[in-house]
C-alpha cells in the first residue's frame, strides 16, 4: 500500500507537467522531403521501446519529436519526464537521476526517488546528453546495459524499466574522438538515430510552420491577426534562423504584439538579413559592398548601376545572385 501512494504521489507531481506536453505533441509541422524523412523514420520507431538518439540544432525540436513519440509509443500510459543534462553540476545531476539517501551529502535530509525510480515503465528524455560528465557517463551505460542502479550514497541496487531517448545538438563522433564522451555509451544509444534538420534547410515549411505559430498564440495576444501579407512572408523565408524553429516562434509572437491591422506586415519586427561573406575573397567582398553601395545610391536601378561599374546589365545580375543579392523584386529595383 505504502508503495502504491509514493506511485499515486510521484504521477500526481508530474500530472500538469504531462498534460502540458502531451498538448505540445500535435505542434510538429513540415511537409519538406527533408522533415517527410524525420516522420517515416518516428512511424518505424514509434510503436516498440528501443533506445532514440535524436540529434539537431538548437531549437529544432528536438524535445517536441522526443515528447511525440512517447505519446504515440506502447509507454503513452506512464510517465514522460525530461532533465536537461547540462544545466545541474556533477552531483545534483546524479541525485536527480539515481536518487539519494538520507545524509549522502549536505542537504540530502530524506531518502529520494531519481527520475529512474519515477519514470518506471515510462520514457526518460536526456537532453543535451553530450554534457553529461565521464563519471556519470558510466552509470547511465550501467543502466542501458543491465537496467540496474543505486541512489547516491546507497550500496542495493534498484532496477528500473525506462525508455531513454537522448537528445544533443552536438556531433557525438566527434565528441568520442576528442574523447569527451564515452565511445560505448555512444553505442548504446545510438540504436535508433534520427536527424531533424535546421529550418534553413527546409524552407518550404516557413510559411506553413508560421502560420501554426500564428493560430497558436493569436488568441492569447492578438485576436484581430488573421494572417501575414505576402512581403511578410517572402521576409520570413529569407532569413537563416540560426534559431531555428524556436526563433521564427518568437518572432510571430512579437510580430502579433507590434501588429495594428488583420493582416501581418512587414516591419521591425523581422530580423536584419546577415550574409555569409567568409567564403568569398577580399576582392568579392569589396566590389559586393560597392553594389550594395550602388543600389542604394540608384534606388535599385539596375542600368545605372551596371553603367557606373562599367559591366553589363547580364553581368551585374550574374554578380547579385553569386553575391546572393535578393531578388529584383523583393530590392524593389527599377530599370
Known amino acids: ?12 507531481a508530474f500530472l500538469m507537467n504531462e498534460v502540458s506536453k502531451e498538448l505540445r505533441c500535435a505542434d510538429i509541422v513540415g511537409k519538406s522531403p527533408a522533415m517527410q524523412r524525420v516522420f517515416e523514420l518516428v512511424n518505424k520507431v514509434v510503436d516498440n ?21 512517447h505519446h504515440h509509443g506502447p509507454r503513452r500510459n506512464k510517465l514522460f519526464i525530461e532533465q536537461n543534462c547540462g544545466t545541474l553540476p556533477e552531483t545534483l545531476l546524479e541525485s536527480e537521476l539515481f536518487g539519494h539517501k538520507r545524509g549522502a551529502f549536505t542537504g540530502a535530509v530524506q531518502d529520494r526517488k531519481g527520475l529512474f525510480e519515477v519514470a518506471d515503465g515510462g520514457t526518460l528524455f536526456l537532453d543535451e546528453i553530450s ?51 564515452r565511445a560505448d555509451l555512444f553505442y548504446r544509444i545510438n540504436v535508433f538515430p534520427i536527424h531533424i534538420p535546421p529550418l534553413r534547410e527546409r524552407i518550404v515549411d516557413i510559411p506553413l510552420l508560421a502560420d501554426h505559430c500564428l493560430r497558436k498564440y493569436r488568441h492569447k495576444l492578438n485576436n484581430q491577426v488573421t494572417g501575414l501579407t505576402e512581403d511578410a512572408l517572402r521576409g520570413l523565408c529569407r532569413y537563416d534562423y540560426p534559431g531555428n524553429v524556436r526563433e521564427l516562434e518568437n518572432l510571430i509572437e512579437r510580430a502579433l504584439i507590434l501588429s495594428t491591422g488583420a493582416r501581418i506586415e512587414s516591419g521591425e519586427w523581422l530580423p536584419a538579413l546577415v550574409v555569409d561573406t567568409s567564403g568569398m575573397s577580399r576582392l568579392e567582398k569589396l566590389e559586393r559592398a560597392e553594389i550594395e553601395r550602388l543600389l542604394e545610391c ?38
Request: aromatic share 6%.
Open 1 to 12: 500500500m505504502q508503495a502504491a501512494n509514493e506511485r499515486l504521489r510521484d504521477e500526481n
Open 49 to 69: 521501446s528501443v533506445t532514440v538518439l535524436l540529434t539537431g540544432e538548437t531549437g529544432t525540436g528536438k524535445t517536441l519529436l522526443a515528447c511525440y513519440i
Open 131 to 181: 554534457e553529461m560528465s565521464p563519471a556519470l557517463q558510466v552509470k547511465l551505460l550501467q543502466v542501458l546495459q543491465e537496467g540496474r542502479f543505486r541512489r547516491l550514497g546507497e550500496n542495493e541496487f534498484r532496477q528500473a524499466d525506462v525508455r531513454i531517448i537522448a537528445a544533443t545538438h552536438k556531433d557525438l563522433q566527434v565528441e568520442v574522438q576528442k574523447g569527451q564522451f
Open 298 to 335: 540608384h534606388q535599385g536601378n539596375l542600368n545605372l548601376v551596371a553603367r557606373e561599374l562599367g559591366i553589363s546589365r547580364t553581368t551585374l545580375w550574374r554578380r547579385l545572385k553569386d553575391y546572393r543579392f535578393q531578388s529584383d523584386q523583393e530590392l524593389g529595383v527599377s530599370e
